[in-house]
């Protein structure tokens, strides 16, 4: 399982087979996702608490309008507050030694009220096992998952910054979703790999070749995720193993703080004017569209926010659509 700040994607491995990671591509709605293998890490919660749109299902058309009118709480991004707080004295000279930093100060989300973000993790958690389940059973028999389901060994994925106390929190959210029990058993069934490491295995499994006993050859692994920009180096030895050859870089920095400070740009830019309450729109068409086609700096960007009719020039909006420099 790969918790990402924005999307999440679940993959099995075969038993009895030459290993070969086998990622799930059908999800409950997934009509509505195109068929990616990602789908979204949200959860939406009704007014009791309980989850009523999660994961591919929270891409349903007129979902937003759902959630107002029923009054339903929208917990994303949520993987950020399982980050290592700065709570002691010397935080953050201790973790520039594990290569973490880049802290923000731009407000991450909340938690919906009353939840706590294991809580959270565990329902999103539950989720993804019960397509895990759909998915093995659909493709080869109940009998299958039947036969496994006391056995099977999860492998997640975190960003490489995080150490024991971010483990800790994600196995016990393992434990609340009833993927393991709670014995030293079930906890040996959960294994954790950097995202350093995972992005490694998956170039390598997708053609990155490199020559081995050449002192000068190694590869930069850069994941650019959704909350943490992991830079990892590794050096591939003569018997075909690799080893780390620098301190592995966490940096959180990831896509969602390039728009939270969008949004916090645009409120500033428009609190005092008639645009005030389109900057939730604009921050989204920011975040869906304009963020993907940015490529250089010299280059304006126009984001489409309000109707045709409207314009202001001194805020370079014409036709409804904002321009903003590069």
């Known amino acids: 399982m790969a918790f990402a700040t924005l999307e999440s994607v679940l993959s099995i491995l075969d038993p009895g ?30 007014k009791a608490g309980k ?9 349903a058309e007129g979902i937003e309008e759902d959630a107002e009118d029923n009054g339903w709480t929208k917990a994303q991004w949520f993987k950020l507050h399982v980050r290592p707080q ?4 010397g935080f953050l000279n201790r973790y520039s030694r594990h290569g973490l930093s880049g802290f923000s100060p731009v407000t ?15 329902d999103y958690m539950r989720y993804l096992d019960e397509c895990a389940k759909m998915h093995i059973e659909e493709t080869h028999g109940e ?13 997640l994925t975190h960003p490489n910054g995080w150490g024991g106390p971010e483990q800790a929190q994600m196995r016990e959210a393992a434990i609340q979703a009833d993927l393991i029990p709670d014995s030293d058993e079930g906890r040996s069934r959960i294994t954790f790999v950097t995202e350093g490491e995972a992005s490694l295995h998956f170039c390598l499994s997708n053609g990155l070749s490199i020559a081995g006993g050449n002192e000068n050859a190694g590869v930069l692994i850069v994941d650019a995720g959704g909350g943490t920009i992991d830079v990892t180096s ?4 003569k018997d075909d193993t690799f080893e780390e050859i620098a301190i592995p870089a966490c940096h959180f920095q990831g896509a969602v703080y390039v728009t939270m400070r969008a949004k916090a740009y645009f409120k500033d830019l428009l609190s005092q004017t ?13 975040d869906r569209t ?30 409804g659509r904002i321009t903003i420099d590069g």
């Open 17 to 46: 087979k030459v290993p070969e990671i086998l990622p799930v591509t059908r999800y409950p709605s997934q009509d509505r996702s195109g068929g990616d293998i990602k789908i979204p890490t949200i959860i939406y919660y009704d």
């Open 51 to 59: 989850p009523c749109a999660t994961g591919a299902e929270t891409l």
């Open 86 to 89: 700065p709570k002691l004295k």
């Open 108 to 122: 991450i989300p909340p938690l919906p009220l009353g939840k706590t973000v294991v809580q959270v993790y565990a």
């Open 143 to 155: 009998h299958v998952w039947s036969s496994l389901k006391d056995d099977i060994m999860y492998i």
């Open 234 to 237: 590794y050096k591939k030895l």
């Open 274 to 286: 008639r645009f005030r309450d389109d900057v939730p729109t604009l921050t989204r068409r920011f």
């Open 290 to 319: 304009t963020k993907h086609v940015f490529r250089r700096n010299d280059e304006p960007l126009r984001i489409q926010f309000a109707s045709h009719r409207e314009r202001d020039e001194d805020l370079n909006i014409r036709g």
